[in-house]
């Protein structure tokens, strides 16, 4: 069963191959957005058990990095792409590196939970910024992949904005755990790994910029790196 | 003036462009180990106009790497490389990243040079833990740009062993803050810039990794991240 046209053929089959690489990263950045949900319930619930287990799974998001990136070689040097496709390949490449280090950081969390567990085995209230903090990254990381999916530039810039927002929070959970240990010593230890899990936050918040940036190269063309958000936005949106 | 043999003209002309891409990567390589060395040094002499030197320095480091982004994306467009071609542009989009990443970690330092300065102006026999870890990393990054520069395998393998006792370096420097915290309270605050200048040479130890990584996997063509190293030596080396 010889194709009609082999053209079309191989341009259909090439589609596919892109549009199968798409969702390869949509399920890495799945696993990557539960990896940090766990970690922070595990904290939250200082249940071993769970840490243990984002920790085991770590694998899998790496697993998965290798073999999108060798998906993205093949692309490259099977079929040669050019314009938005060549593009694409190229976020890929770029969004994969990012989210398997969102990965790393759910781990140190998952690591933070298993610590202050053997200490006391409580959850104080005190604690409760770095849960603000939590639910803010998560929410850029599940937009940023949103915008990837739906490649949608505005939903992009949306996540870049939000991350000043994240680095205030941060800075706010920094100055309260400072504030703790200066009053009570007997807090340091537990303090520092608040303030390593709010840290892996923050960074889990530029990743997630990153990606955002990815986004916009990926649909516009425009690298915005490395220029304020205000600029950006009256350059590529004008 | 035609060239005689146009095929061997573009060939040289290719031969050029990808000669010209790892120079640019070098120059953007040293330019970092410069911020790193620089940063250290406004660390320990606490000073500020040093600091805030580093800090200015950054973009040019972001310049760096959205010109050699961009001259990637050309490669890929107007050349199609394919193989050992093909995996050094890849190395390249993926080094700079690190590369960029790495100078983010020198304004980092930078930064806790000028917090400390702003403190007591004095800087403590008891941070000499870090500046051991500081020459071990920053011989890190000069070894995984030397081992791209020659496209030397093992070279980038033993950056990749170095980076576990960079770890142990690490690990040593938080415990001996943590106990400095413990004794007297009243050097909360320094410490704790200490320990984030630590964990951000940390990083930059782990970045050089990644050089040398993307290193093997550009001579062998092999992907060796996330496998042990005693794995990754002997199933490549051998």
Redesign the interface.
Known sequence: MAPVNPNQHISHKFDEEMENLRNQVLKMGGLVEQQIRRAIDALRKLDMVEAEAVSGND?YV??L??TI??E??RI??RR?P??SD??MV?AV??TI?DLERIGDEAQRIAKMAINISGNDGVFHNRYLGLMHLSEHVIKMVHDALDAFARLDPDAAFAVIRDDEKADIEYQSVMRQM?TY??ED?RT??ES?DI?QAA?ALERIGDHAMNIGEYVIYLVLGK?I??ISIEDAERDVLT
Chains 1, 2 share one sequence.
């Open positions: 694998h790496n697993g990095e290798v990136d060798e993205c070689a490259l040097v040669q050019a314009a060549l593009r190229v490449i770029k590196t400072l240990m200066m010593p340091i230890t520092l303030m840290r690298d790196r490395h």
